[in-house]
């Protein structure tokens, strides 16, 4: 018998099995097997469980949810690349996300966003109730025979009391976005929202009955199933950083969900604000806007918001929007809306330009044979690039073809629209102008100009937000001697040297100095450092 007959011979057949143990044995071997088990069976079910709690009590709503796997992923990569190339601002994450940390989501709120948690409440059943959890804005909803009475600023809602028990309190609400801005939110025209019985429709005994019923008899304007939207158009419109950052993004925030079906009613509705910003309504709403001020007739709705949302200075934030939606699908909003107007005619020849004759570049250098165009906006009156002719031969000499931007007031902004439409890079000084980065093409370069004292606003303004469009932002921070404040003030003085010394001040002393006596004249050798980057950027793409 060889070796390896050996060892087989000394191993098991199947036919033969180990002899039995030891009763004693077995009966322990079984206790220490249930004691390894049971354990593990507990803490399956409360991971179980733990999973539960917080599918059913997730603040995000079930419609955000992706339904396949690629859109997750997609929607996964665009937050991991955010987080690769933000730099974050405190104080933005802290606006954003206050939704979530100050308090928990009052049950309104669900109600105003479309959210799950607001399907709780009956839809027969008319209500009202507020969200004034934010610091930003306040918002409002009503449900019921909902009616508008522009005399009295008041929206009645005809079944929300039952006209036994004391009546529910009058809600009042200045609708919109700068509630924390004390001084401006006081010249918002106040709305009252008043809970009124059934029976007030239909004539009640009560003399306060009798006198809203006579304020608001019978529909001049009946808008069968269709919400209405109601917010302000007053504060800081005028001005197109707060048009934008103020109004049209909160408004977009909060009417988008509805996708055209929902009434704007526009309290100190401006007849311009219409004409200038048309396409950009006209997707966010099938219906003509109500002029709740001057229009006298009474506008029956079932449902209405009043309000805006908003998360923060010219931002979205995805994940406190009902379906995920962020400034780059408003950005498509305007795309869409400002390329499908017919461009104008151009001006007349004794108006001044808007645009300047396209200053061409001969230099070839990494992107061949193109020339990439930088678009300057220029400025009048503070803050202004003095030796603005030096800058654009330093452009032209880095090889971008240089169009020099000079809008008006009354510039329609598809023709700011178009005008930026081929453009690479956008280069302006600190200011509202610098909002039209929202008409850039993704993987643009936006420069901004910093004038001392304004590296916070600058950052919070548009520095955060270009990057979360997806731009590539070059922020070129000044020194005292590009400043013509320096030849104001002593060189050692506070206002050169120690800018935070004025600027914790508050907003007027900093608007005061560095907002409204400042014009900037570049250091072109430094600066050309900037352009460097920006053309190797675009090349590369």
């Known amino acids: 018998m060889n070796r390896q007959q050996r060892v087989a011979a000394t191993l098991p057949t199947p036919a033969h099995s180990p002899p039995p143990l030891p009763a004693g044995v077995e009966?322990?071997?079984?206790?220490?097997?249930?004691?390894?088990?049971f354990p593990l069976l507990l803490l399956t079910l409360y991971a179980v469980g733990s999973v539960l709690r917080l599918a059913l009590s997730s603040p995000f709503p079930s419609s955000f949810v992706q339904?396949?796997?690629?859109?997750?992923?997609?929607?996964?990569?665009?937050?991991?690349?955010?987080?690769?190339?933000?730099?974050?601002?405190?104080?933005?994450?802290?606006?954003?996300?206050?939704?979530?940390?100050?308090?928990?989501?009052?049950?309104?709120?669900?109600?105003?966003?479309?959210?799950?948690?607001?399907?709780?409440?009956?839809?027969?059943?008319?209500?009202?109730?507020?969200?004034?959890?934010?610091?930003?804005?306040?918002?409002?909803?009503?449900?019921?025979?909902?009616r508008t009475d522009s005399r009295s600023?008041?929206?009645?809602?005809?079944?929300?009391?039952?006209?036994?028990?004391?009546?529910?309190?009058?809600?009042?609400?200045?609708?919109?976005?700068?509630?924390?801005?004390?001084?401006?939110?006081?010249?918002?025209?106040?709305?009252?929202?008043?809970?009124?019985?059934?029976?007030?429709?239909?004539?009640?005994?009560?003399?306060?009955?009798?006198?809203?019923?006579?304020?608001?008899?019978?529909?001049?304007?009946?808008?069968?199933?269709?919400?209405?939207?109601?917010?302000?158009?007053?504060?800081?419109?005028?001005?197109?950083?707060?048009?934008?950052?103020?109004?049209?993004?909160?408004?977009?925030?909060?009417?988008?969900?509805?996708?055209?079906?929902?009434?704007?009613?526009?309290?100190?509705?401006?007849?311009?604000?219409?004409?200038?910003?048309?396409?950009?309504?006209?997707?966010?709403?099938?219906?003509?806007?109500?002029?709740?001020?001057?229009?006298?007739?009474?506008?029956?709705?079932?449902?209405?918001?009043?309000?805006?949302?908003?998360?923060?200075?010219?931002?979205?934030?995805?994940?406190?929007?009902?379906?995920?939606?962020?400034?780059?699908?408003?950005?498509?909003?305007?795309?869409?809306?400002?390329?499908?107007?017919?461009?104008?005619?151009?001006?007349?020849?004794?108006?001044?330009?808007?645009?300047?004759?396209?200053?061409?570049?001969?230099?070839?250098?990494?992107?061949?044979?193109?020339?990439?165009?930088?678009?300057?906006?220029?400025?009048?009156?503070c803050r202004v690039l003095l030796n603005l002719r030096e800058l654009a031969r330093t452009c032209q000499r880095t090889g971008f073809d240089v169009q020099i931007v000079e809008p008006k007031r009354g510039t329609p902004l598809e023709v700011i629209h178009h005008a930026l439409a081929p453009a690479d890079v956008m280069l302006a000084v600190h200011g509202a102008a610098m909002t039209h980065f929202l008409f850039m093409r993704p993987a643009s370069v936006l420069i901004q100009v910093v004038p001392l004292g304004l590296e916070k606003p600058a950052e919070e303004f548009y520095g955060e937000p270009a990057r979360r469009l997806g731009l590539e932002y070059l922020a070129y921070n000044i020194t005292p001697e590009e400043s013509s404040l320096y030849k104001i003030y002593d060189r050692q003085s506070p206002i050169l040297v120690n800018t935070s010394s004025i600027t914790s001040k508050g907003w007027e002393e900093m608007k005061k100095i560095y907002l409204d006596k400042q014009n900037v004249k570049l250091n072109l050798k430094r600066f050309s450092k900037i352009l460097a980057q920006a053309y190797t950027h675009v090349c590369g793409h």
């Open 153 to 381: 600023s008041s929206v009645l809602v005809y079944g929300a009391a039952d006209g036994k028990a004391p009546p529910p309190p009058v809600e009042k609400i200045r609708p919109y976005t700068r509630k924390w801005d004390t001084g401006i939110t006081a010249t918002i025209q106040e709305i009252s929202i008043r809970p009124l019985p059934s029976a007030a429709a239909n004539g009640s005994s009560s003399s306060s009955s009798r006198r809203q019923a006579a304020a608001a008899a019978g529909c001049d304007v009946r808008h069968e199933g269709v919400p209405a939207l109601l917010f302000s158009n007053g504060g800081y419109t005028g001005n197109l950083y707060h048009e934008f950052s103020d109004g049209l993004i909160p408004l977009y925030v909060t009417a988008q969900r509805f996708r055209g079906e929902v009434v704007l009613v526009v309290a100190e509705y401006r007849s311009w604000w219409l004409t200038r910003y048309r396409p950009v309504l006209e997707r966010l709403t099938k219906y003509k806007l109500v002029d709740f001020s001057r229009d006298t007739r009474v506008h029956c709705f079932s449902e209405m918001i009043l309000g805006l949302r908003i998360h923060g200075e010219l931002i979205i934030d995805p994940w406190l929007t009902p379906n995920g939606n962020s400034i780059r699908d408003f950005q498509t909003l305007l795309r869409e809306g400002f390329n499908g107007v017919v461009q104008p005619k151009p001006p007349l020849p004794e108006s001044p330009p808007f645009l300047r004759p396209l200053i061409r570049s001969s230099h070839r250098g990494q992107c061949g044979s193109r020339r990439p165009r930088i678009a300057v906006f220029i400025r009048k009156g």
């Open 67 to 146: 339904s396949s796997a690629s859109s997750f992923s997609a929607e996964l990569r665009q937050e991991v690349e955010s987080l690769k190339t933000h730099i974050p601002s405190e104080t933005n994450h802290l606006q954003a996300h206050e939704e979530h940390s100050v308090a928990p989501r009052p049950p309104c709120s669900g109600l105003i966003d479309g959210r799950a948690d607001g399907a709780a409440a009956t839809k027969d059943t008319a209500l009202v109730c507020c969200d004034r959890s934010h610091i930003r804005s306040d918002l409002c909803y009503a449900r019921g025979d909902i």
């Open 27 to 37: 009966k322990e071997r079984k206790s220490s097997f249930c004691h390894r088990v």
